[in-house]
Every structure is written in C-alpha cells, then in structure tokens.
C-alpha cells in the first residue's frame, strides 16, 4: 500500500507544479524567493513548496489529532485533482476523435471534384470563343451606331445654339428669367469653344439678351413692390450668370436697414399710442389688436427677408446678427423712454409682448444671435429702470401733497381746515400709494411672458429692496422740507415750491404725525402684502441679508416723528421767544410808569397760543382729559407766593412786607421739593401746548433776569403774569408746573427789583378783571 502511494503523490506534485507554473503570474519572480519567506501552512500550493520544511512546520504547530485531521483532508484533495485531471483528458480525447473524423470527410467529398472542375472549365472556354465570333461579327455595326448618335447629339446641340437667341427672348417677354438663365449657361461651353468662330452671331445675340435679362433682374432686385422672395430669386439668377453680386450685397443691405428704421418708427407710434390712450381713458381697455398685427406682419417680412438674405449671402452673417441686436435695443430704448415718462405696469406688459414676439420669429432664423438671451439682459434692465421710476413717482405724489400745506397757509386758502386735509391727502398717497404700486408689480409677476418668467426673482427682490430705499429717501425729503438737510440735492425737483421759502411750523407738524402713521400703520400694512405676495426672491444672496427690513425703518420714522415733533415746539417757541425780547430789550424798566393796564404783549402771546392751538387741534388727538393740579404734582404743595403767612403781613408796611416775601421766598426753596417741570412730550394737543407754555415762560424768566426793575416795572410784571396765571388754567394740562414757571418769573423780577413792592390783592383783581371784560366784548364768539 505504501508502494502504491510513492507514484501517486509524485503525480499529483508534478501535476501542480504544471498547474502553478501555468496560471502563476511571474514564474521567476515566485522562484528567487527564499525559502524563509514561504514557510507556511499555505505555500503548499506554490512552486517553491518544500516538503521537508512544510512537514517540519506541520509537526511543530499541530499536535496528532490536527496531523491526522490533515492527512484526511489532503487525501481527499488528491482524489478531486485526479477526477478533475481525467475529465480534462477524457474531453480532450473527445474533441481529438470528433477532428479525426472531419478529415477523413474531406477527403472521401474532395475525390470526385477533379472531374467537375475540367467540365466546367471546358464549357467556360466553348462560351468565350462564341462570345468573341459574336463580337467580331458586330464591331464594325456598332461603331457605325455609335457615330451615328454622336452625330445626332451633335446636331440637337448645334440646332439649340441657333435657336438660343430665340428662346432667351421668348423667356424675356414671358418673364421666366430663371428657364432663360438655365438655357444660357448650358450653352456657355460650346460658346467658350466655338464662340469666336462658327457661332459668332449665335453669341452676340444671346450675349444681348442676357444683358436685357440681367438688367430687369437687378430691376426687380431693387423695386420695393416686388417681393423678398422673388427679389432673392433674382440675386441667385445673377449669381449663376456670374453677375459680381457683391456690390449689390451693400446695396440690400442697407435696403434692410431701411426696412428696420421704418419696422422702428411703426412700434414707437404703438407705443404712443398705448400711453396716450391710458391717460386718456384710464377706464377703458386698450385696443392693441390692430396695430400689434400690422407690426407683426411687418417683422414677420423683415424675418422673411433676413432668411432669403442670409441663402443669398451665406457670409453675412455678423451683419444680420447685429441688425437683429439693434432691433431689439432700439425697443428697449423706447421702452425705457417711456417707462421715464411714467406708465402702468399694462401698457409695459403689451410692449415687452410686443417685444417678445419680435424676438421669438427673428431667432427662428437666426439663432446664432442668441435674441432670448440678449433680451433677457435688455428686459433686466428696463424692469429695474421700471420698479425705481414707480417708487420715485410715488415720493413725488406724497411731496406733491406735503408741498400744498405750505401753499395753502402762505395763500391763506381754507386755513381752518388745510392742515387736517392735507394730512390725510398725504397719508392716503402714501398707504393707497403704495398699494397701487404693490398691484402694479403684482401684475408684472402673474405674467406669463417668457421674456419676464426668468426676472421673478429680481422682480421681488427689486420690490423689496425699492420700499426699503424708498422710505429712507422718504425720511431724507421729510428733513429737507422741515429745513433740517439744507444740503441734499437729490430732492431737489421734489422741493421746488419749498426752496427759498421760509419752512411753516405747521407743515412740520405735519409731518411729525405723519411719520407716526407710516410706523404705526402703512409700515405694518405694506410689510403683510410684501409677505403675501412678494416673497422669496432670494436673487440677492443670503450674505446681504433681507432686501426690506421694517423693524429698521419703523425705527427711523419713529425717530424722525419726535425728531419733527420737538422741531415745531422749538419754532413757535423761538418765534414767542422773539416776541418776549422785544417786550423787555425796548422799556426803559427803571423808569417804567405806574402799571394800569394788562400789557399788550400778554394778548400778543395768547395769540399765538391760540394759534398753536388751531394748528394742533387739525393734526394731534387729545389727551386724557386729566389736568395736572397743584395737589397731583410731586412738589410741594406750598409755594413762596402763595404761602398764607405772605396774605398775613400785606397789612405791614411795603418795606418790610418786601423783604418777608424776599424771605419767605428762599426759605421755601430751601424745604421744597423739586419739581420735575419738562416732561417727555407725547403726541397730543395738550402735550404739545404745556410743552410750548413751559418754554416760554422759562424764557420769561431769564429775559426778567437780564433786566433791572423799579417798582412800577415789577408790578407791571406781577399783573401781566397774574393774568396769565387766570387764562393759562385751561389751555394747560400740567397745571402745578406752570405755576411753579410763573412763580419763578415773579420771583426773578423781585431779585431784580430796587424796590420789590408788589400790588395790592384788590388793585390786582380789579385790573385783572377789567381785562377780562375788555377781552370778552373784542372776542364775543369766543367768549
């Protein structure tokens, strides 16, 4: 048995080195690698494998059990090569009997293919020599055939040139250019061959008529009442006459440009017509039909033309391309004239259609221009011009309304009423205004138009981006016409009837309330449709954040309302302030006569309070009708000169009851608490008032201040703010703190004073009074 083993193993080895030596990839390589580098379990299989080594290996990593488990399983690895090897050989030996086979099938089919062979030859050469008698039999016949249809080819062309002249003038007289054109360049190399000698005469006449010929051809190139295709017929007739059409190529082309200038002149009267007709009838549709066909019809020829002028002249077509360009810019010109001139997003739409279509048939024929694309950039353009001339007519509108406020009050035209009207005016153009314009644009996105489909995106950030400047340019005009922003140019078309004008007080409160409806109402209101219909867009770009931010500009508006707001106070403020100088820079105060009267000054100041108060009745709401009594005031409740301690030593003698009012007086400034006097000024009229009120007597004061009193200057005092103390009661609502003022002014005229004596309480009433009277029976209505 061990016998047996020795043989088999030596084939199965040698079996394997076949095998690896065959499907090994680098034989050599695999056979300088040492020995060390294989020593593994699994470098059996590779043919560097050393038995004594792998068994050496085996036995030190595998005890008896894994040896025995191994032996099994190489036993029968070697049983599957050997099947495997005899199933090759068996398929092998198959494939060689199936070949054996074959040949000897050949060759038993091929004995008998000699013999056909020579029989077929013999045959072959019996039809050939026949053939050849044949061919002999009939040369000369059919060379006698053949010279005779030469002939007669020869004299059907001879007959043609004789009868040429003929035909080219029947073909004159019929018009058919184009069969007298194909006789005549049939008959060019017989002339070229023949023309100077035997058809001398045949020539020269068919030479003239051809020159008729290529004469009415140019004629009807260039009659306008023929048509493109018949007049593109005629250049390729000249051409095949060899007529140098490149001067004529000039010639058409500026015929085409010609045809362009008038096609441009046609849609600039559609376009005035649009505008014309929608100032005139705003109500009414527009009918576009009749002309929108015309000028279609007329591009519809200008494309036919371009066509039959590029089969013409295949190089020209750098020319018609920029032909093209120019059409469409010359629209887009127009367009953008008239988008200045101001017009609805309607009349816009029909020009871009009618722009379209224009684009849409010339790129049918020439596509090389790229029409879509360069209209696209073109449309770009004019809607953006479109959005910013919207807004900037829409500031012109509300300045058109604020302008009127200052017209009106110089002109004295519906004074009592002009302030509140114009408010409104100014605050319907801005809040109906700006709907309008939302409803405009709106319309330029549900449009349809492949011109406008690509421009959504621009369309609402332009929208956007246009609210946002156009408040700000809205607060920039607000401060030119109060007087704050004397150097802003931009607006000054908008101020026409402002500049040089003096401001009115009333057109700035004007638009302090204003500026509080744009925050608190059109801000709000705008900003819903804006989010409604107008958003998305996102052309911008994330890194320049939102195109319209309302928290900002109701900031700015908020601002600009105080800011406007506190400007009126200070101009009637200051105006009263003038009035107030002049009462005590002129008097002579040391030597001021014994007081009789209510100055006139105090009427003078009621006066312009009662203005003010028109003024803010028209604009401002009213207030909490709460007054602010002496008992309701953080101060105290006691003053200097209404201390009962002060009616107790009137009896005394006038020095000393001078210097105990003196006296009471400091004293009382001492313990008293401080008063808080000018408080944030809300957007009411009697706010607004008090406010006023409040700044003129501490001008009073400090005017008094500056001054020096006898006695009689300071009891001239004392009764002009005693009666203002009677009449100011109910026009303020801080009640307690114009009294503090007035006291404060009393007090300033007795420090002032040489001898600080005031009036007595029944002299003081009984002039009050008289005043009172005087007052009712000058105003009887208003009393």
Known sequence: MGVDD????????RMRDLLSSFYSPDPSSAATNTSSKYATLDAINTSSFDPDQYMNLLAQKSNLEGLLQRHVEMAAEIKNLDTDLQMLVYENYNKFISATETIKRMKNNIVGMEVNMEQLLEKIMSVQSRSDGVNTSLFEKREHIEKLHRTRNLLRKVQFIY?????????????????AVRFYTGAMPIFKAYGDSSFQDCKRASEEAVAIIMKNLQGKLFSDSESIQTRAEAVVLLKQLDFPVDSLKAKLLEKLEQFLADLQLESGEISNASVDSDETFKESSIPDSVPSTAHEASVRELVEAVRAYRVIFPDSEKQLIKLAKDLVSKHFEITQQYIKKRICSADLLRMFRIIWTDVVLMDEVLPEAGLPDFSLEAAHVAVKQYVASTFSHLLLNISDSLVKVQLRQKEGVGKEYSLQVALEASKKAVIQGSMDVLLDFRQLLDDNLGLLVKLRGYIVDWVQEGFQDFFRRLDDHFLLLSGRNKSASQDQGLTEGT??????????LVLAQLSVFIEQSAIPR????????????GVRGYEYGPA???GEICRIFR???????????????????VLLRKRFTTPNWVKHKEPREVHMFVDLFLQELEAIGTEVKQILPQG?????RRTDSNGSTTSSRSNPLRDDKISRSNTQRARSQLLETHLAKLFKQKMEIFTKVEYTQESVVTTIVKLCLKSLQEFVRLQTFNRSGFQ????????????LKETVEDEAAIDFLLDEVIVAASERCLDAIPLEPPILDKLIQAKLVKSREQNPISS
Not at 499 to 508: E, F, H, M, P
Not at 526 to 537: D, L, M, V, Y
Not at 563 to 577: C, G
């Open 6 to 13: 020795v043989p088999l193993d030596d084939k199965a080895k």
């Open 163 to 179: 009868d040429l002249p003929t035909r080219l003038g029947k073909c004159i007289k019929s018009e058919a250019y184009a069969d």
């Open 499 to 508: 500049q040089g004008d003096k401001v009115l007080a009333a057109l700035v």
């Open 526 to 537: 705008i900003t819903e449709e804006i989010a409604a219909s107008f958003s998305g867009g």
């Open 548 to 550: 319209f931010v309302p």
């Open 559 to 577: 601002a600009a309302g105080e800011k406007f707001l506190n400007l009126y106070i200070n101009m009637r403020t200051q105006k009263i302030s």
């Open 624 to 628: 909490l009708l709460r007054k602010h």
């Open 716 to 727: 001239q005092i004392q009764l002009d703010i005693q009666f203002l103390r009677t009449v």
